[in-house]
């Protein structure tokens, strides 16, 4: 059975950071390219950082390049979104997603991923 499961959002004030993780299980984390979804209610869901199979390629939505770092440990089956200087435009429930890796792209497009999380608050306070 396939799961993945986040954690580590909150209430932060601006400026603040948090860190997202997300435990995979279910199928061979090292074959799948992971990215960081976030969605706003009754808006879609925005694509805001991917990571390549092997880590060594990351890919951001031009809001939160230079705020925000994904990273992964294959060897843990984790994907880590680190958040920093947090603006209240943030605030979304994040997901975490997985796509079967044909190339080192993380695509920007959620319909493509296979697998999802179920998602977790962020609220970031003005």
């Known amino acids: 059975q396939v799961q993945l499961v986040e954690s580590g959002g909150g209430l932060v004030q601006t400026g603040g950071s948090l860190r997202l993780s997300c435990v995979a299980s279910?199928?061979?984390?090292?074959?799948?390219?992971l990215s960081w979804f976030r969605q706003d209610p009754g808006k879609e869901r925005d694509f805001v950082a991917g990571i390549s199979w092997n880590g060594e390629k990351t890919y951001y939505s031009d809001s939160v390049t230079g705020r925000f770092t994904i990273s992964r440990d294959n060897a843990k089956n984790t994907v880590y979104l680190q958040m920093d200087n947090l603006k209240p435009e943030d605030t979304a429930v994040y997901y975490c997603?997985?796509?079967?890796?044909?190339?080192?792209?993380?695509?920007?497009?959620?319909?493509?991923?296979?697998?999802w999380g179920q998602g977790v608050q962020v609220a970031v306070s003005s």
């Open positions: 279910g199928f061979i984390f090292g074959h799948y390219t």
């Open positions: 997603a997985a796509i079967l890796a044909a190339t080192d792209y993380a695509s920007r497009i959620s319909g493509r991923y296979e697998y």
